[in-house]
């Protein structure tokens, strides 16, 4: 019998995508007209190719056989090689954050206690897990306060849109609990991981009009794909002929026209919730309780001679300690420069997320100018910029803290009845990720590991 798939973002599709090659019965509903979510590229009328969404991906082995398969070779674009430098702000300036723990010591980011911190890491012994570690004591207890507020902070922000004194290590980089436990200091560990590795880091890349491509070609392969179906409704029945159980969707106010035997949600946790209130209301209050704060960029276009700073990198991240408006800036044009008309600069700049979610709720003419003016100070700006836009995302990002791992748990005997979770709040959050995780659950379905019991 079919398995019903709901939700067409990027997990979802790629579900679609693995049962069909494995020749499992399915049907797609995306509500949008629009397939991908979180992947959208808007192209604006003035030249500048935006995202809003994913701004670049970082290139996995599961994600390039996905592209290959698609025929996408030909769309990637690499990032400028100056992306592989980072900054942070410091002290009202932007410094480079250096690339590996010897060049952190060798130069100025760090002050002297938070060297000899690094130094002492080296020396700690395996221990067990702390339960319910969050990522900011986890780092604390490693290297020290400093590295909590000028790297990790930041990096967490602008990944995660989360607030590191919230996200729980365990959920959000659980490959740094394995190292603990296996070698104690995460500076050893991470070194042992890495040899015999060829050194290469992985790609950082785009498609050829935006990120979206790799959605759309997912969405135009599958043949039971059913754009503008909101599922807004699932009632459960016992089989005729079985013990199990089956599947009655209601879809824009119709009833599906066929039962199914599976449920697939990949949809935000709030949009599972909903739908499994009538079903599992202790699981529903669970997904609704997972925290998505709100996050707007806003993008902002000049030409290069008003901009003094060089902008020789991918960007630039701002502290919570600093007390800026925006969590920090992508140098769109310096990653990848054929996405502005020729001569201009455009930051991608992030107003949002759980450390700054009350400048994400403003209207957009005080965004756009409080973004104007933070830039102008900062990158030592001239001049009005040459153009400014916005995209809102009232609830953006899953924040991977103890109400998900509630609510991880909650869905998890859901199995049992024939439903299981593939979005990115089960997934992980990037775009690898979630691809990972859809090749894995179609290969379960496919195989019949998730039965009905
Ligand atoms: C601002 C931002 C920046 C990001 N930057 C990066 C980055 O740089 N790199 C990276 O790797 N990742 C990034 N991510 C994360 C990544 O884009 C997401 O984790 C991923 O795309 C999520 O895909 P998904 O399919 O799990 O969920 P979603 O994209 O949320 O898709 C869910 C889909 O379900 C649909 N839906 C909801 N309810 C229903 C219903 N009742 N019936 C039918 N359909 C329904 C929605 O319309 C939507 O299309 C970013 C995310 C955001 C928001």
Not at 36 to 61: F, K, R, T
Not at 62 to 75: D, F, K, M, N
Not at 401 to 407: I, N, P, R, T, Y
Request: glycine residues 8%; aromatic residues 10%.
């Amino acid at each position: 019998m079919h398995i019903a798939i709901i939700g067409g973002g990027l997990t979802g599709l790629t579900l679609a995508y693995y049962l069909q090659k494995a020749g499992v019965a399915y049907d797609l509903f995306e509500a949008s007209a629009r397939p991908g979510g979180n992947l959208h590229s808007p192209l604006e009328a003035a030249g500048y190719q935006l995202e809003a969404g994913p701004n670049s991906l970082l290139l996995s082995p599961e994600l390039e056989e996905l592209l290959q398969e698609l025929g996408l070779q030909e769309a990637i674009q690499e990032a400028a090689p100056v992306s592989q430098h980072r900054y942070v702000l410091r002290h009202g300036q932007y410094q480079a954050l250096p690339a590996s723990p010897p060049k952190l010591l060798a130069s100025s980011f760090f002050g002297f206690k938070t060297k000899f911190n690094l130094l002492r890491e080296l020396l700690r012994r395996p221990a067990p897990p702390v339960p319910g570690e969050t990522v900011a004591a986890f780092f604390e207890r490693h290297f020290g306060p400093e590295v909590v507020e000028y790297a990790v902070n930041p990096f967490v922000a602008g990944i995660y849109a989360g607030d590191p004194r919230e996200l729980l290590l365990a959920l959000t980089f659980p490959q740094l609990a394995a190292l603990e436990q296996q070698y104690g200091s995460v500076l050893r560990g991470f070194a042992a991981s890495q040899k015999g590795k060829t050194g290469q880091r992985r790609r950082t890349i785009t498609l050829r009009g935006g990120v979206q491509t790799l959605t759309a070609a997912l969405a135009a392969r599958l043949t039971n794909y059913h754009p503008g179906q909101a599922v807004q409704a699932v009632r459960k029945e016992p089989a005729a002929s079985q013990a199990a159980l089956v599947y009655h969707l209601t879809i824009n106010g119709q009833p599906a026209p066929r039962p199914y035997a599976h449920l697939a949600l990949a949809v935000p946790a709030y949009a599972a919730a909903e739908l499994l209130r009538p079903l599992h209301p202790a699981a529903a209050e669970a997904l609704a309780a997972v925290r998505y704060p709100p996050m707007t960029l806003v993008y902002s276009a000049y030409d290069r001679p008003q901009v003094a700073h060089e902008l020789v990198g991918f960007g630039a991240l701002n502290p919570k300690v600093e007390g800026t408006y925006s969590a920090g800036s992508i140098w769109t044009s310096s990653i990848f420069p054929d996405r502005v008309p020729a001569g201009q600069v455009l930051f991608t700049s992030f107003v949002g997320g759980a450390q700054f979610a009350a400048q994400a709720q403003q209207p957009e003419a005080a965004q756009l100018a409080a973004v104007h003016e933070e830039l102008s100070r900062l990158y030592g700006i001239a001049g009005a910029p040459r153009w400014q836009g916005r995209y809102f995302w009232p609830r953006s990002i899953p924040q991977f803290d103890q109400h998900l791992a509630a609510a991880r748990a909650a869905v998890a005997p859901l199995a049992a009845q024939g439903i299981v979770a593939v979005a990115n709040w089960q997934a992980g959050v990037s775009v690898p990720d979630c691809v990972k995780h859809a090749r894995k659950v179609s290969a379960e379905l496919a195989r019949g590991d998730v039965a009905h019991r």
